[in-house]
């Protein structure tokens, strides 16, 4: 009976791949065939002579600074709403502003960056003011539920304690219920950081600013060469934020 569900469901696949293949009318013919790949590999080939010229590589590195300085606004800007919209959310306000900061934070993540970005740009114009709001606000939403969820489940003994010993809530929190919290809160925000790194190079193919807006500009006047040091750029940017989230989660987060 296994066997045969396994053969009804591998058949099931194979037909959705070929139904996907008709409705959107791939001609893979075309796409290999009349000098097709030949076109692509020139294409490609033209990446790997990168444009190494002084006046470049310094337009890059203001776009790599920007990049830079647009995820980490970003991440920290998201950081302190998220923290500030996760109290309501995790119920500290009652069930009202519970359930309002939860559509909220809802609303904030279910709308991707690029689509932020899009938004910001209209509202704030082009430039990396645009990208950093929009990383901030998904951001938010991200961390604000990462953060309330964890505040659900930190441990009350420390701040009743307190409460205990006549201190306020206000008290509480930050000397019973936060330091408990801070290696988490601290561990989601870089990783979150990570991600936005990534996506802030990207965000400027909407005018957002940064590498992104670099590389649009690069690949739409087929400057291949100018494009290939941009990614170049992107790349050693992300290996360079992992490796410092990686030794700030080891001196903060697992000491």
Same mark, same amino acid.
């Given at each position: 009976?296994?066997?045969l569900?396994?053969?009804?469901? +591998?058949?099931?696949?194979?037909?959705?791949?070929?139904?996907?293949?008709?409705?959107?009318?791939?001609?893979?013919?075309?796409?290999?065939?009349?000098?097709?790949?030949?076109?692509?590999?020139?294409?490609? =080939?033209?990446?790997?002579?990168?444009?190494?010229?002084?006046?470049?590589?310094?337009?890059?590195?203001?776009?790599?600074?920007e990049?830079?300085?647009m995820? =980490?606004?970003?991440?920290?800007? !998201?950081?302190?709403?998220g923290?500030l919209?996760? $109290?309501?959310?995790?119920?500290?306000?009652?069930?009202?502003?519970?359930a309002?900061?939860?559509?909220? $934070?809802n609303?904030?993540?279910a709308?991707?960056?690029?689509?932020?970005?899009?938004?910001?740009?209209?509202?704030?114009? $082009?430039?990396? %003011?645009?990208?950093?709001?929009? $990383?901030?606000?998904?951001? !938010?939403?991200?961390?604000?539920?990462?953060?309330?969820?964890?505040?659900? %489940?930190?441990?009350?003994?420390?701040?009743?304690?307190?409460?205990? &010993?006549?201190?306020g809530?206000?008290?509480?929190?930050?000397?019973g219920?936060?330091?408990?919290?801070?290696p &988490?809160?601290?561990?989601?925000?870089?990783?979150?950081?990570?991600? %936005?790194?990534?996506?802030?190079?990207?965000?400027?193919?909407?005018?957002?600013?940064?590498?992104?807006?670099l590389?649009?500009?690069?690949l739409?006047?087929?400057?291949?060469?100018?494009?290939?040091?941009?990614? +170049?750029? +992107?790349?050693? @940017?992300?290996? @360079?934020?992992?490796?410092?989230?990686?030794?700030?989660?080891?001196?903060?987060?697992?000491a």
């Open positions: 009976m296994n066997r569900v396994n053969v009804l469901l +591998m058949a099931a696949i194979a037909a959705s791949v070929v139904a996907s293949f008709g409705y959107l009318e791939l001609d893979l013919g075309a796409l290999v065939g009349h000098g097709g790949l030949g076109q692509m590999a020139e294409y490609a =080939g033209r990446f790997l002579h990168p444009d190494l010229t002084g006046e470049h590589l310094q337009a890059v590195g203001r776009g790599a600074l990049t830079l300085a995820s =980490g606004l970003g991440t920290l800007l !998201a950081m302190l709403l923290l919209l996760a $109290l309501p959310a995790a119920g500290r306000f009652g069930w009202p502003l519970q309002a900061a939860r559509v909220l $934070l609303a904030l993540r709308i991707p960056e690029l689509v932020w970005a899009a938004l910001m740009v209209l509202a704030a114009g $082009l430039g990396p %003011n645009a990208g950093t709001l929009a $990383l901030a606000l998904h951001t !938010a939403g991200v961390l604000g539920r990462l953060f309330a969820e964890a505040l659900e %489940n930190a441990p009350a003994e420390p701040a009743a304690a307190i409460r205990l &010993q006549g201190g809530q206000l008290a509480a929190f930050c000397f219920t936060l330091p408990n919290l801070w &988490q809160l601290l561990a989601y925000s870089l990783y979150r950081w990570e991600n %936005n790194i990534r996506m802030a190079s990207v965000l400027g193919l909407v005018g957002a600013g940064g590498l992104g807006q590389l649009y500009t690069t739409s006047l087929f400057q291949e060469a100018q494009a290939s040091t941009v990614i +170049m750029a +992107m790349l050693v @940017l992300v290996l @360079l934020v992992d490796a410092l989230s990686d030794v700030l989660r080891q001196r903060f987060v697992r």
